[in-house]
C-alpha cells in the first residue's frame, strides 16, 4: 500500500486562507495492484467544526482490505464558512480523476462517503458544484461527480430536526435565510444523483433520524436508488461501531450497528 498527502489547493489560491496556517489537504491510500480499481472519498464528521480522525484512517484501511483505493478529505471547517467545504470536497474530487491514470484507479467507479456533517457535504457537493462553482479555479465540473453515495447518519435538513450546530458553523449564527433553505438537502434532490446507500441510528440525539427518514422520501420521488438501514440502538457518530473506533468510549461500540460496512461493501460491489 502506497499512503501520501496532497496540499488540496498547491498551485491554487486557497479562498479559506485566514493566516493560520490551516490548508485542506487529501490523504491517499492507494493499493499496488497494476489494475484499475474503484475508489472511495471518505469525509468525516463533526458539525463543520472539525474533521473526527475517528471516521478517517480506519475506514481507509478497511477499504484497502476490501480491494478499494481511498482517500480521506481534511476539508475547511469553522471559523471558514460556505462554500469553502464544496469547493474542496469539488476539488478532490477532480484531483481523483486528474491521477486515476497514474493511480490504477478506474475513474467510473468512485464512490463518496460522508459521516454526520461530511455526509451533508458529500450531498451538497455532488447537488452544487457542477451547476454553482464549475468556473472555480482548480475544478473540473465535468469531475465532480460520482457513481455511488454513501452516506452515514448524515445532517441533511436544516428545519424542524436540524442539528443547528452544524449549521451554525457553516453559515454562522444569523445566515440568509434562501441559502439555509438552500442547504435543506432534502428540498434539493434531482433524479441525476448517482445510488445511494444510507444508515442512521433510530436513537441518535444528535442528528435526529428524521434526517435520513426526509432524504429518504425525497430520494423516493426523485426516483434514486436507495437502500437504507435504521439501526435501532446506537449513539451520534458510530463510525465502524468497533473498539478500533470508538477513542476508548464503549458507546460506540455496537456489533449490530457494525454490520453496516459489510452491508455497504456488499452494495457498492454489485454497482462496481
Not at 43 to 56: M, T, V
Not at 133 to 160: N, W
Not at 178 to 189: M, P, R
Not at 209 to 220: K, P, Q, T
Request: with cysteine.
Amino acid at each position: 500500500m502506497l499512503t501520501f498527502t496532497m496540499d488540496l489547493w498547491e498551485g491554487f489560491r486557497y479562498q479559506g486562507d485566514l493566516g493560520d496556517g490551516f490548508r485542506p489537504s487529501l490523504d491517499a491510500y492507494l493499493l499496488k495492484s497494476g489494475k484499475p480499481r474503484p475508489a472511495v472519498l471518505i469525509l468525516p464528521g463533526s458539525g463543520y467544526l472539525h474533521c473526527s480522525p475517528r471516521e478517517a484512517e480506519a475506514l481507509a484501511v478497511r477499504f484497502n482490505a476490501e480491494g478499494f483505493h481511498a482517500f480521506v478529505l481534511w476539508y475547511s471547517c469553522e471559523p471558514r464558512r460556505h462554500p469553502l467545504p464544496v469547493l474542496d470536497c469539488a476539488r478532490a474530487l477532480t484531483l481523483i480523476w486528474e491521477h486515476h491514470a497514474a493511480w490504477d484507479l478506474d475513474p467510473e467507479k468512485i464512490a463518496v462517503m460522508g459521516f454526520s456533517a461530511g455526509g451533508h457535504l458529500a450531498l451538497s457537493t455532488l447537488l452544487f458544484a457542477s451547476r454553482d462553482f464549475a468556473a472555480s479555479p482548480g475544478i473540473d465540473p465535468r469531475h465532480t461527480r460520482a457513481q455511488a453515495l454513501a452516506l452515514c447518519y448524515p445532517v441533511i435538513t436544516s428545519g424542524e430536526f436540524a442539528n443547528r450546530g452544524s449549521f451554525d458553523r457553516l453559515l454562522g449564527k444569523s445566515p440568509d435565510p434562501a441559502l439555509l433553505d438552500l442547504l435543506s438537502l432534502e428540498k434539493q434532490i434531482t433524479g441525476d444523483l448517482p445510488p445511494v446507500f444510507l444508515w442512521h441510528t433510530y436513537t441518535d440525539q444528535s442528528v435526529p433520524v428524521e434526517n435520513s427518514f426526509l432524504l429518504a422520501g425525497a430520494l423516493r420521488r426523485a426516483g434514486v436508488s436507495l437502500e437504507m438501514h435504521i439501526f435501532p440502538e446506537g449513539k451520534h457518530g458510530m463510525s465502524l461501531a468497533i473498539d478500533e473506533t470508538s477513542a476508548g468510549d464503549s458507546g460506540f461500540i455496537n456489533p449490530h450497528v457494525a454490520q453496516w460496512f459489510s452491508l455497504c461493501v456488499n452494495w457498492l460491489t454489485l454497482r462496481f
